[in-house]
C-alpha cells in the first residue's frame, strides 16, 4: 500500500510538472459485460474432474454472469522530447472491497527510432496480444477475454520488472522492429494485489529471465502486413509442489519446494486493410522439472487464437462482424498452472484443455464507445456447450 | 507544387482538396499518399528522418469537410476507427494522442511552430496562407 501511495504521489507530480504544457495525456478503459452459458458440458469427465478439483463456477462460465472488471486509468507524460512516462493503474472492485494494482509504469527514454530504452514495470515483449490489447475492453472487439495473455492465469509471463530495449530499422518497403528485455517475470510485482500465484511465481522469490520479439512491419498500399516471432526463458521458477485438488499453507515448512525452468515462444501474423483485418498468434511454452520430483521431466502447453474481422459501416457507423477461434492444450498434471494462491493457501486445481469457435459483432456507436455481442460453441473442455455474450466498452 | 497547384485552383476544384503539410525545417519535401497516411499514423517511423524530432500529428477537435475528406481519402478510416487506432498507439507505444484544433488557422499555427508537426488543412486555406508551412502531399 505505501508502494502504491507514493506511486499515486508520484503521478500527481509529474501531472502538475507537465499539465500545462499540454504534453499530458489522462486516459482511461472499461467494460460492462453480461454472459450467459447453456447446455451440457461438453467433456463429462473434464466437468467432473474440474469441480473434483475444487475448480471455481466462474472459471468454466456456468450459469448467467455481469461482470464489471473495473477499470484503467492511464498516464502518458512527455517530459520532454526524449523521456516518456507511462503508468497504468486499475482500478478492481471485488467482494465488497476496491482493490487498485499498478498494472504497469516505465520511464521510456527514446535516443532515436533504433535504440530506446524504458525501465520499469511493462508488459512483457511475448507476441502481440500481450502488448497491444487488454485482456477486456475497447482496444479488443470480440468480448471474451483470451486467457492465454490474462494475467490472473498466468499461461505466461504477462509482466516483467526490469529493463526493455526497443527500436526500428526502416527500408523503403517495411520496418523491422525489435524488443529485448531483462527482469523479474514470474515474481510478486503486484504491489499489493493478491493475484494468483501462478502468475507470478513464489512470492519474494527472484526470477530473472530474458524475452525478446522480432517483427516486420510491412505497409502495402492501404494496409499493412505485421508478421511478428517472440521468445523468452525463465530459468529459474521457485515454485511449490501441490498435488491436483489439495492445498497447502504458502509459508507450511513441509511444503516441497520445485524448481523449474520456463522457455516459450510466439509467433504472430496480422493482416490489417481497410475491408478486413485478420489475426493469429501462438503461444508454446515448456516448463522443465529441474530436479524430476514430478512424474515427467518436462511439461508442454499451446494456445492459439485466430480471428478474422470484416470492417463496414452501418448508419456511418463502424460495424465489424468477426469469427474468433480459441484454442488451448495442456500437458496434464502440469506442475505450474493452475496453482492458485487464496488467503494464504495454495491450492491446485485441474487445467483443463479448451476450444470454442466464436462468432459476433462490434459496433462503435461513437468514437470511444463499442457495443459487441457474440455467441460461443465449445468444442472441448468441461464448459457448458454454448455461450452469448454482449458487453458495452469505453475509452476516453 | 505550386504549379500544379494553381492548376488546380484555376479550374475551381480546390474545395475538396487536402494538403498535407509540414514545418517548414522538416527536410521531407514530398510524400505519396501511402507515406502520408504512414508518417501521420506513425506506423512505421515515430520521428522524422533527418529531424530526430518525434512526429506530432494535429488533427480537428469537430467534424469538417477537411477532416471527412482526409479520413475518407488519405486515412480511409471511419471517425471511431481513427480514435480507436490513436487509443491503441497510447497504450501500447507510449504515442500521444494528436493534439486537437478547433479550426485550420490553428493547425497551421501548431504547424508552423512544432519542429515534428504533420496537420492537413484544405487547398484553398494553404494557398491563402503564405509560406509558413510546406506542403508534402495534396490528394487527389
Known amino acids: ?396 | 507544387m505550386l504549379l500544379s497547384t494553381a492548376v488546380i485552383s484555376a479550374r475551381g476544384q480546390t474545395e475538396d482538396k487536402v494538403v498535407v503539410i509540414v514545418n517548414i525545417t522538416n527536410p521531407i519535401n514530398t510524400l505519396d499518399k501511402s507515406e502520408a497516411k504512414f508518417y501521420y499514423l506513425r506506423t512505421i517511423r515515430r520521428t522524422w528522418p533527418g529531424l530526430d524530432t518525434p512526429i506530432r500529428p494535429a488533427d480537428y477537435s469537430m467534424a469538417n469537410p477537411v477532416r471527412e475528406s482526409f479520413l475518407k481519402n488519405i486515412l480511409r478510416m471511419n471517425d471511431s476507427r481513427v480514435a480507436s487506432y490513436f487509443k491503441q498507439k497510447e497504450y501500447a507505444e507510449s504515442l500521444p494522442m494528436p493534439q486537437s484544433f478547433q479550426s485550420e488557422e490553428e493547425v497551421i499555427n501548431y504547424v508552423a511552430t512544432h519542429n515534428g508537426a504533420i496537420g492537413y488543412i484544405s487547398l484553398k486555406f494553404f494557398n491563402a496562407s503564405g509560406n509558413r508551412v510546406k506542403s508534402v502531399f495534396v490528394s487527389e
Do not use: C
Not at chain 1, 463429462?44 to 474440474?50: I, L
Not at chain 1, 512527455?78 to 467482494?95: A, D, H, T, V
Not at chain 1, 468514437?367 to 473442455?381: C, D, S, V, Y
Open chain 1, 1 to 396: 500500500m505505501r508502494v502504491l501511495i507514493l506511486y499515486v504521489v508520484s503521478l500527481v507530480l509529474v501531472y502538475s510538472a507537465t499539465a500545462q504544457e499540454k504534453k499530458l495525456t489522462l486516459s482511461g478503459y472499461s467494460e460492462l459485460r453480461i454472459s450467459s452459458a447453456f447446455g451440457e458440458p461438453v467433456d463429462e469427465a473434464s466437468a467432473e474432474r474440474f469441480e473434483a478439483s475444487g475448480g471455481e463456477e466462474e472459471r468454466i462460465e456456468k450459469g448467467s454472469h455481469i461482470y464489471f472488471p473495473g477499470f484503467n486509468l492511464n498516464l502518458l507524460s512527455e517530459i520532454s522530447p526524449k523521456i516518456y512516462f507511462q503508468g497504468e493503474l486499475n482500478f478492481e472492485y471485488f467482494e465488497g472491497e476496491l482493490n487498485v494494482s499498478l498494472f504497469r509504469s516505465y520511464i521510456d527514454y527514446r535516443a532515436n527510432d533504433m535504440f530506446n530504452v524504458q525501465v520499469g514495470k511493462f508488459l512483457s515483449p511475448i507476441g502481440y496480444l500481450n502488448r497491444n490489447q487488454r485482456i477486456y475492453g475497447y482496444l479488443n472487439y470480440s468480448v471474451k477475454p483470451r486467457e492465454m495473455v490474462w494475467e490472473e492465469f498466468g499461461y505466461m509471463p504477462s509482466f516483467m520488472l526490469g529493463l526493455q530495449t526497443y527500436g526500428s530499422f526502416v527500408t523503403n518497403s517495411a520496418s523491422f522492429n525489435y524488443r529485448l528485455a531483462y527482469g523479474q517475470m514470474r515474481e510478486s510485482v503486484s504491489f499489493g494485489r493478491e493475484i494468483s500465484f501462478a502468475s507470478m511465481g513464489k512470492e519474494g522469490s527472484h526470477s530473472p529471465g530474458i524475452a525478446g520479439e522480432l517483427e516486420v512491419n510491412m505497409p502495402t498500399g492501404d494496409g499493412e502486413i505485421l508478421i511478428g516471432m517472440s521468445a523468452y526463458s525463465n530459468p529459474n521458477i521457485a515454485s511449490v509442489f501441490v498435488v491436483e485438488g489439495e492445498e497447502t499453507e504458502e509459508d507450511n515448512p513441509l511444503n516441497i519446494m520445485l524448481p523449474l525452468r520456463e522457455t516459450g515462444i510466439s509467433p504472430y501474423l496480422r493482416f490489417d486493410f481497410p475491408k478486413f483485418q485478420f489475426f493469429g498468434e501462438l503461444h508454446s511454452s515448456k516448463f522443465d522439472d529441474k530436479n524430476n520430483i514430478t512424474s515427467r521431466s518436462s511439461y508442454s502447453y499451446i494456445a492459439t487464437s485466430i480471428e478474422l474481422l470484416y470492417k463496414t459501416e452501418i448508419l456511418k457507423k463502424g460495424f465489424y462482424p468477426y469469427v474468433r477461434y480459441d484454442f488451448r492444450k495442456v500437458d496434464d498434471n502440469h506442475p505450474y498452472y493452475g496453482l492458485l494462491m487464496k488467503e494464504g493457501f495454495l491450492h491446485k486445481e485441474y487445467v483443463f484443455n479448451s476450444s470454442e469457435i466464436i462468432l459476433g459483432s462490434a459496433l462503435d456507436i461513437v468514437p470511444g464507445n463499442r457495443i459487441k455481442f457474440e455467441a460461443g460453441r465449445f468444442l472441448m473442455g468441461p464448459n457448458p456447450g454454448y455461450r452469448i455474450a454482449v458487453s458495452t466498452s469505453f475509452a476516453f
